[in-house]
Structures are given as structure tokens and as C-alpha cells.
């Protein structure tokens, strides 16, 4: 089955240690996109990448860093620079959002980030 | 003034009810997504539409887009549609995606 896949589900870190969330598609989506959720917030952009070897930054994009050297995977670090890193880390992927027509986001299951 | 809202926040209801929640937003936009993201933290695509009206199941979203308005509702709703519902727009301009802060629903038996 095609699906994203995020790992792990629940991570602890911590202060001052980065740490690398992993995501994995099998969708043979280009684009692929990381959000942070904190309670009562809507989804918050932090990175996005369209095409291998390129990605591009979000609203929040101060200490986190990215990766896209494979079409099927997009890793997200939280460094120890993110002041406030404990948080809902979601990855979504979906085909080229200029495409024409509707395109679907499909979602990973989440990593929820708590820094001990 | 966020650019996606929602409304209400928190819908508390009896199973059965007819539940609706409501999405407003000031962008122009490509596309609507409507998802539903349980309390384990997983996020499903529910809807995405542009125009008019789409039916799957027991859930029905709506969109005018003169208005900058959409809809979902959940008719007959159970215990089992007790999630978070989010809406997000695609912007037209940048095609980005503008998340609602969702709408915390909990359908009582």
C-alpha cells in the first residue's frame, strides 16, 4: 500500500542536542512539506521541498534544517538553535502543487517531539 | 486576523445530532481541503473541493466562493466522528496551503 510514513511516533530530546525526525513516501510524490502543530494553532510551515536536491523555507524555518537527496524521503532536524522545540511534527506529501487539477496532500502519522 | 478561520472551536454534541462546522477565509484560493485528524495525532483527507458540493458517507462540505465560506457537515453523527476537523485553502498565488486552527468536535453516546 502507498502511504507516508513518519518515525518515530513519540521522541524525547534532550536541551541542546539535535535530533532528526524521518519522513518516507512510497507515493512517488514530488513535493514534500514538514508543519509543526502547537495546541489551539493552526499547522505551521516550517520547510518544503518540490524537487530532489531542493526545498525551500516556511514560516518557521529558524532552528530546523532539511534534507532531499531522494524523491522518497524529506528528514527534518530540530537543532538546538529551535527555542521552543517540543511540538506535533507532521509531513505531508503531495504531487507537484502546480499540477493542474486538485491535488491531494496525503499526511504521516505524526511525531510528537517533547524536550526533557 | 487569521486568514483561515473556524467556527466553532469546541462542539460538544449528542450522538445523532446533525453537526455543522463552518470555515471562513480571505484569500483567494485554488482549493479547499476539509481533514479530520484523531486524538493519536494522524490527519485524513476528508474533502477537497473547489466548487459547490461533494457527499461521502454521512459527510457533506459545501463551499461558495463568492462568499469565501465552506461548510462540512456530519449528518447522524456518532460517538465515532469525535476528531479534530481542519479546513485549509490553497492559496491561488502562492499555492501554498493556510491551515484553520480546527474545530475540536466530541459526539457523546
Known amino acids: 500500500d502507498g502511504g507516508i510514513t513518519q518515525s518515530p511516533k513519540y521522541l524525547f530530546r534532550k536541551e541542546g542536542q539535535n535530533v532528526t525526525l524521518s519522513c518516507e513516501q512510497n507515493?512517488?510524490?514530488?513535493?514534500m512539506y514538514w508543519y509543526r502543530q502547537d495546541p489551539g494553532q493552526g499547522l505551521r510551515l516550517i520547510y518544503y521541498?518540490?524537487?530532489?536536491?531542493?526545498?525551500q523555507k516556511g514560516d518557521i524555518a529558524e532552528g530546523y534544517s532539511v534534507s532531499r537527496e531522494k524523491k522518497e524521503s524529506f528528514p527534518l532536524t530540530v537543532t538546538s538553535a529551535q527555542k521552543n522545540p517540543t511540538a506535533f511534527y507532521l509531513c505531508?506529501?503531495?504531487?507537484?502543487?502546480?499540477?493542474?487539477?486538485?491535488?491531494?496532500?496525503?499526511f504521516g502519522q505524526g511525531t510528537r517531539l517533547t524536550v526533557v | 486576523k487569521n486568514e483561515v478561520e473556524q467556527s466553532p472551536q469546541n462542539l460538544t454534541a449528542q450522538e445523532g445530532e446533525f453537526i455543522t462546522i463552518n470555515c471562513s477565509y480571505s484569500?483567494?484560493?485554488?482549493?479547499l481541503h476539509w481533514l479530520q485528524q484523531h486524538p493519536g495525532g494522524g490527519i485524513v483527507s476528508l474533502f477537497m473541493?473547489?466548487?459547490?458540493?461533494k457527499k461521502h458517507g454521512r459527510l457533506i462540505a459545501t463551499i461558495n466562493i463568492q462568499e469565501k465560506h465552506s461548510s462540512l457537515h456530519i449528518t447522524a453523527s456518532h460517538p465515532r466522528d469525535s476528531a479534530v476537523y481542519i479546513c485549509?485553502?490553497?492559496?491561488?498565488?502562492?499555492?501554498?496551503?493556510?491551515w484553520g486552527a480546527g474545530t475540536k468536535l466530541i459526539i457523546k453516546p
Open positions: 521541498s518540490q524537487i530532489v536536491n531542493d526545498f
Open positions: 485549509a485553502v490553497r492559496s491561488r498565488s502562492n499555492y501554498q496551503l493556510i
Open positions: 484569500v483567494g484560493i485554488s482549493a
Open positions: 473541493l473547489s466548487s459547490g458540493k
Open positions: 505531508a506529501s503531495s504531487i507537484f502543487p502546480r499540477a493542474r487539477g486538485l491535488t491531494e496532500a496525503f
Open positions: 507515493l512517488n510524490h514530488d513535493a
